[in-house]
């Protein structure tokens, strides 16, 4: 069935995002396929990666990995938020991923159902999230840790909390035994090699999300974000367009109201500052996002007509600037109505 919005995304970009990531890493490189793949659909993303070399992935929740499926048996799936009481049967049935195991309490859950086999182990060094505090770590006597983990809560800006936590996560490998150590995600991989261990495990940047500065140049756009128009219309000088009657026309203004709206995650916060374009012609966004609607300024675009297609500019740093958002807000909440392409 035909759909008046379309998210294009680059199989191309996406693997080479991630061969970036790995050079500048120098050690194995994962990818983060939360969230269905940080929006763009977490099977499309596992089955690019994996063809490119990526063999560890990650997700939050066991609903996750009944979601994706069985993953390539060489390939090693971990489950971020560890497991809960009712994790319990998904972890028995699913025994290709494996817990991160958060507190003392699913370290003995885990010690319970499946002493033998190989777990994650997340130890907290700063951001009081998830994991084990320092002073627990004798819990994990006795487990079987594959990789140990930790999480930078402000790798995305200069802050001194990232070399503490970067200090304290060498002092936590040299004391917990595990096959790997793995501590950076996208932005962390731009602090430097230090931070890299022997595994990273990046989301964001594999999207075309530029968590730094250093990233921007490297990183390639993934997804492109396109709407059909629905009617053109002629709006009269000092007539507003749109709820609120936000926006008001100084002089005769034409519009392309587009199929597009924030129930798709094109959020109220592009009212008035959002952009489309057309064969190089600019659209700004006119007035206030609907839900299932924006209008566009069409005055340059004098051919634009009901049912041609207008890309939005979704740029993801002009884009979190523009609306509001973060980067990761705008991926994950690219909503259901788009068609996904591959390409
Ligand atoms: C989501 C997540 C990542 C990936 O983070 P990005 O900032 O998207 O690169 C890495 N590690 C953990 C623990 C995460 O929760």
Request: net charge negative; aromatic share 8%; hydrophobic share 45%.
């Amino acid at each position: 069935m035909h759909r008046p919005l379309r998210l294009t995304c680059s199989k191309d970009a996406l693997v080479a995002n991630w061969r970036t990531l790995a050079g500048r890493a120098g050690v194995a490189c994962g990818a983060a396929i939360k969230a269905d793949g940080y929006g763009l659909g977490a099977l499309p993303v596992l089955d690019a990666l994996y063809e490119a070399g990526c063999r560890d992935f990650f997700v939050s929740t066991w609903w996750e990995v009944a979601e994706l499926g069985a993953v390539p048996a060489d390939a090693s799936l971990s489950v971020l938020h560890g497991l809960g009481p009712a994790d319990i049967g998904p972890a028995l049935q699913w025994t290709g991923a494996r817990p991160v195991l958060n507190t003392v309490q699913q370290v003995e859950r885990w010690k319970q159902i499946a002493p033998e086999r190989e777990c994650d182990v997340m130890i907290d060094t700063g951001m009081n999230r998830l994991g084990l505090r320092r002073d627990e770590a004798g819990a994990l006597t006795g487990l079987n840790i594959h990789t140990l983990h930790s999480h930078l809560a402000c790798g995305e800006e200069d802050h001194p909390l990232n070399r503490l936590q970067l200090e304290r996560f060498r002092s936590a490998a040299a004391d917990i035994a595990a096959t790997r150590y793995s501590l950076a995600n996208s932005a962390a991989i731009f602090l430097g090699r230090e931070y890299s261990f022997d595994l990273v495990r990046p989301g964001l940047a594999i999207y075309g999300g530029v968590p730094r500065r250093e990233a921007r140049e490297q990183i390639r756009p993934v997804v492109r974000l396109e709407a059909q128009v629905v009617q053109r219309r002629l709006i009269r000088a000092g007539e507003s367009c749109g709820y609120g009657g936000l926006f008001v026309a100084q002089d005769d203004t034409e519009a392309a109201i587009v199929n597009l709206g924030y129930a798709d995650g094109y959020w109220r916060g592009f009212s008035g500052r959002g952009r489309a374009e057309v064969g190089g012609v600019d659209l700004p966004v006119l007035g206030r996002v609907s839900m299932d609607l924006v209008a566009l300024s069409c005055d340059g675009a004098s051919e634009l007509a009901e049912g041609d297609w207008v890309s939005l500019h979704f740029a993801l740093e002009e884009a979190a600037q523009a609306s509001g958002m973060s980067q990761y807000e705008l991926l994950t909440g690219l909503g259901r109505r788009f068609e996904r392409l591959w390409h």
